[in-house]
């Protein structure tokens, strides 16, 4: 290993290594020909969305003139209507904007053309070279009239100037990030906030936004994502569709943040729920491999006392309930046992989707995952060979382990079961034994019970059909004779 | 190569756009804001662009949020905000050696964020060699370019502090990673670079200078 330490030897590297990086990549943030660039935020590439779904275009060096300007009078006529201008701009993104002239005392001069004229006027607005440059896109002189939030979302206002450096003048956007912030309506998805699905490659993103101008198209009122209340669920459903047509190499770099937000005279928030892109390659995964496995792993995920709710509308339950599974994937918690119906002794999905999982997002190394499913294998082999009710048994002990030495003891049990039944050979080596039970303590998320839930998992698997007979039959006889006392204080 | 180890119990690094009623904290500083440590640490202006280098890892124990009395400037008038805020903070600098004397004495105070996040210098780490190897990177910002998956963003990379008020010298979008928390993260956010097998995290050395 080479180990750097003068100065010179690390500046020749690194002029080396970018180089090749910057030439193997595509370029698609570092073209400066075009009108306009995706610039990393959110807002004005979201504008940059509309104007390219709306061409029919991929790339924002593709856009012409023309394609401009039949967005913008796309976009005119629409705004001038109440339902967009006072009921949605005004209402939720640019409050009193006087470019889109939401304002309600423009009311009576608002017209398409006149919005129409605003809206090219920033484009062709001169710029002023003793200007600032835009703190957006970094390439062109911010505009000299002081941008605020009525004319770009959530910037602040000159009333409150507090966060503007030296107290005055708004922020400095230049006029070209400012008219992409207009067209942002366009694509905006309206739940009970404004969503944006900021995406990168872009490309993705346009993926996720297609849906909203199709709505437009259809309705000629802002897409209302299918009436979904949260904008996760959402998401996640949306992911699940993507998913399928996205083979998993082209999500390898993949991430997504929402922009959820409402800016408007009474209130102004903000949430910002990033995506980790493991967990992007997971749903994306399950969509393509395993899409039955996904969908019964969601569904235990539901808030019950949502869920309950709304029981008489069950379309509404994806819609409006938090879902447990959303959550933990978002925050880093394991989904794991949501692989497992334990009421029922079955899997709810595919090992594939399981070993994916485990990989891909919980990290687990597979050489390990493989030697869990190999023990568990040997444990399937032996106790299948016991009659029923014992096996109902002896996999209860197993499910019901809920200390570490409730744990150890099954394997005791199964390696006696072994002898027994005159099986050759132990279930496995003391190395193995310390392995399963203490090696994978570290992670909060792969511990001893990560391993519980796996061996469980291919058990059910492999002998779902044998546990559920025994353990109707067992349910009776056995109601009273446990055989080692549940729980603890704990 | 030096590494100064900055603590602080808060710290906070606002989106450059969303100033209105709630203020989310960035999961990492932006590099506007390690140029305000600099010079605050040296008492004038540095600009990134003219050191050869400079890395950062940034981490935290866990976010809340804060609500913040607000006294509007020019006005009798008081405000409530939220404000985001990272709780227990860490920043770790790779600088050149001259860097060492500003951060034994610092001029001014050391702030990650605004007034309120105050930092200690709790550290200073004289001839840190880095390895060259694949290793996780995180708790930075590294250019797109670099091909590591992570939320996008267009940041100041540094402000001209020669006018009043001061004005963005070079605005890039930036891939924002956060501390990676899990081996599944490490593995996502693994790239060939610079290791500091001490912290055991990649550290990537930007050159803004080119
Ligand atoms: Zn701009």
């Excluded at chain 1, 993104?93 to 017209?111: E, F, H, V, Y």
């Excluded at chain 1, 708004?170 to 400012?178: E, F, M, Y």
């Excluded at chain 1, 039959?473 to 009273?480: M, Y």
């Amino acid at each position: 290993m080479r180990t750097i330490r003068k100065e010179k030897r690390l500046d020749k590297f690194l002029t080396k290594s970018e180089e090749q990086k910057t030439q193997s990549k595509d370029t698609d943030t570092t073209t400066t020909s075009s009108l306009f660039t995706w610039t990393g935020h959110p807002f004005t590439d979201a504008g940059l969305v509309a104007l390219l779904l709306l061409s029919g275009k991929k790339k924002p060096e593709e856009l012409s003139k023309e394609d401009i300007e039949n967005v913008v009078n796309f976009a005119s006529r629409l705004y001038a209507r109440k339902e967009w201008s006072s009921g949605y701009i005004h209402a939720m993104m640019l409050p009193n904007s006087g470019i889109l002239m939401a304002n309600p005392s423009m009311a009576k001069k608002r017209t398409p053309e006149a919005i129409k004229k605003n809206l090219l006027s920033l484009l062709n607005e001169k710029e002023d070279p003793r200007a600032p440059i835009c703190e957006i896109c970094g390439r062109r002189h911010a505009r000299i009239k002081p941008v605020y939030r009525s004319d770009f979302p959530l910037v602040g206002t000159g009333g409150v100037p507090n966060y503007f450096p030296s107290g005055k003048d708004g922020a400095n956007i230049c006029s070209h990030c400012l008219f992409l912030a207009q067209m942002m309506p366009l694509v905006a998805y309206r739940l009970s906030r404004v969503l944006i699905i900021h995406a990168y490659p872009y490309q993705l993103m346009l993926e996720f936004h297609k849906e909203a101008i199709e709505d437009i198209k259809k309705s000629e009122l802002a897409s209302t994502a299918r009436d979904f209340k949260r904008p996760e669920n959402f998401l996640f459903e949306k992911l699940t569709e993507i998913g399928t047509k996205f083979e998993i190499g082209k999500l390898e770099n993949a991430s997504i943040t929402l922009y959820y937000f409402v800016n408007n005279n009474q209130s102004q928030e903000m949430e910002v729920i990033y995506i980790p892109n493991p967990v992007l390659r997971f749903v994306a995964f399950a969509a393509r491999v395993d899409r039955a496995g996904w969908k019964k792993i969601v569904s235990m995920g539901w808030n019950k006392g949502c869920a309950k709710r709304l029981s008489k509308k069950p379309e509404e339950i994806p819609k409006s309930c938090s879902n447990d599974v959303y959550s933990k994937l978002l925050s880093g918690g394991s989904i794991l046992p949501y692989f497992i119906d334990f009421q029922n002794r079955k899997v709810n999905a595919s090992w594939r989707l399981l070993s994916f999982y485990c990989s891909e997002v919980l990290g687990l190394d597979r050489e390990a995952l493989e030697f869990i499913k190999g023990i568990a294998d040997r444990i399937v082999e032996t106790v299948e060979k016991l009659p029923d009710n014992k096996l109902s048994r002896r996999i209860r002990e197993l499910e019901r382990a809920e200390k570490l030495y409730q744990f150890e003891s099954f394997f005791i049990r199964v390696e006696k079961d072994r002898q027994e039944l005159g099986i050759p050979e132990a279930l496995m080596s003391f190395d193995d034994f310390a392995r399963i039970l203490t090696s994978y303590g570290e992670d909060l998320n792969v511990s001893w019970k990560t391993v519980k839930n796996l061996l469980l998992f291919r058990i059910y698997e492999k002998l779902h059909d044998r546990l559920m007979k025994a353990s109707a039959e067992e349910v009776e006889a056995e109601e009273n004779e446990e055989e080692f006392e549940e729980g603890g204080e704990e | 190569m030096i590494r100064v180890k900055l603590r602080a119990w808060t710290a906070s690094f606002r989106f450059p756009t969303f100033q209105s009623g709630y203020q989310p904290t960035l999961p990492v500083p932006p590099p506007s804001t390690i140029q305000g440590i600099l010079s605050a640490a040296k008492g004038e202006p540095v600009y990134l662009t003219q050191l050869p280098y400079v890395g950062y890892i940034f981490k935290s124990s866990g976010k809340g949020v804060d609500l913040e009395k607000i006294y509007a400037l020019g006005k009798v008038e008081t405000d409530i905000m939220k404000r985001e805020f990272h709780y227990n903070a860490e920043l770790y600098l790779y600088l050149p050696d001259e860097w060492k004397q500003y951060f034994k004495r610092p001029r001014y105070q050391l702030l990650l964020g605004r007034s309120s996040d105050l930092a200690i210098v709790e550290e200073i780490k004289e001839n840190i060699s880095l390895d060259e190897k694949e290793a996780p990177l995180g708790g930075t910002v590294v250019p797109i370019e670099l091909g590591v998956p992570g939320m996008v963003h267009a940041l100041v990379v540094e402000y001209d502090y020669s006018t009043v008020p001061r004005r963005a010298k070079l605005v890039k979008p930036f891939v924002v990673l956060p501390y990676p928390k899990t081996a599944a993260e490490k593995r996502r956010q693994t790239t060939r670079g610079f290791y500091d097998s001490e912290l055991g995290i990649g550290v990537y050395l930007h050159r803004w200078s080119r």
